[in-house]
């Protein structure tokens, strides 16, 4: 436990720091939010590993816990290090002239979407969806492809936004975030509430911090009402803390178990990686091949909420990987950050919102499979966008 509380107070200490010289600057940074994450999914679990063993009846070994305890914060402390390098002081370059062009077409596009949620909504209401706005029993259904439009609403509304300085061009947004959460479900709507955050507060210059704790124990609350698995006689806390203790409580069940680690191969790496990339073959190769999640959930059939995450998964290939996949993470957070101190604003705005939902994604589910769907959003969901703008671009400088 010593670790730990080491550990998370590096990272508040480093993130405290960062807040007070860069201000709302920090939320641009790729370190601020992968250090969040981990101490979201990782270090407050930590410490409460030994009520969760005891409460749910893991009979995780002790040596077990202290291993995870180690990988947990040499890993937050590394991450903590280079933010500390990495800090958001050269981040955000502002150019007023970069700020006032937005294709029609996208204009277009956000017009058609904004149509089409409005529809959805009216026909969710007039089939009573409201009514599951308090369920979760992970059986939520997309008939509106809401997940889709939302990456799609990613780049536009940011584009929109910062061409018209109009908070209304987030109505599509609101739309989606009202519709997920009626349908049971908070994933899609926190991917389309990430631009509206990010984009106010650069816009504004300012942190709102109090609202987003706020958000943030709102979130929990309505997972703790929703979930189907919590237990009567766990203390409140615990129950609140769900989804980071599902997420990191396989660390310590399978950190030292034979038949898990390194159980994967390359070949199961690859596949991994093309899951996300080659979407029409995503059953051909989720039925030929074994991922870490798919496995630990067979093996532990509690049948809920139980997978992997970044840690977890990396050993499933062994310890080796585990130690490659993290040196490999912290260079991609580099590479992002130079990315983010070079890009124009608006773009550079559409990519940390990308980033926020993967680096979200990676840490709690694993990296490879989140990596490469990653390069398929960006290159089928932005990167029409970006084409767009540069049309009409080049017909400005032809006129």
């Not at 059953?283 to 049948?303: K, P």
Request: proline share 3%; glycine share 6%; net charge positive.
């Amino acid at each position: 436990m010593f670790l730990i509380v080491i550990a998370f107070s590096l990272w508040f200490l480093v993130t405290f720091k960062d807040l007070l010289l860069c201000g709302y600057k920090m939320l641009l940074n790729p370190f601020f939010w992968a250090s969040l994450f981990v101490t979201l999914y990782f270090l407050v679990p930590s410490f409460f590993v030994a009520e969760i063993n005891n409460y749910f009846y893991w009979a995780i070994d002790p040596d077990d816990i202290l291993l995870s305890h180690m990988l947990v914060s040499i890993f937050s402390g590394l991450l903590s290090v280079f933010y500390f390098i990495y800090s958001s002081k050269n981040i955000l370059r502002m150019n007023s002239n970069e700020l006032n062009n937005s294709a029609l077409l996208v204009k277009l596009l956000w017009f058609l979407i904004s149509s089409y949620l409005i529809f959805a909504l009216w026909m969710s209401i007039s089939k009573g969806a409201f009514g599951k706005a308090f369920l979760y029993n992970n059986e939520q259904t997309d008939p509106f492809k809401l997940k889709n439009i939302a990456y799609l609403l990613i780049p536009i509304s940011t584009y929109c936004f910062w061409h018209t300085k109009r908070y209304l061009v987030f109505l599509p947004n609101l739309i989606i975030i009202v519709l997920d959460l009626v349908s049971g479900s908070r994933t899609v709507a926190m991917i389309v509430l990430i631009p509206i955050i990010i984009s106010t507060c650069v816009h504004k210059r300012k942190l709102y911090i109090l609202p987003g704790i706020l958000f943030l124990a709102g979130m929990l609350l309505l997972g703790v009402l929703r979930s189907e698995n919590v237990v009567g006689g766990v203390p409140w806390h615990i129950n609140a803390i769900g989804e980071f203790r599902e997420t990191y409580i396989t660390l310590p069940l399978y950190i030292t178990n034979s038949d898990y680690v390194g159980n994967g191969g390359l070949f199961d790496i690859s596949a991994n990686l093309n899951f996300g990339l080659l979407q029409p073959l995503r059953t051909e190769i989720f039925n030929n091949y074994t991922f870490a999640g798919s496995w630990m959930a067979n093996d532990i059939a509690r049948g809920y909420g139980l997978g992997s995450n970044l840690l977890t998964e990396a050993i499933y290939y062994g310890y080796g990987n585990m130690f490659l996949i993290i040196v490999f993470f912290i260079l991609f957070l580099v590479l992002n950050h130079k990315l983010m101190s070079i890009l124009p604003i608006r773009h550079s705005l559409v990519l940390i919102c990308f980033l926020v939902v993967f680096l979200r994604l990676m840490i709690r589910e694993g990296f490879y499979l989140n990596f490469g769907l990653l390069l398929f959003i960006l290159c089928f969901y932005w990167l029409p966008i970006i084409y767009l703008l540069k049309v009409k671009a080049l017909f400005k400088r032809m006129h």
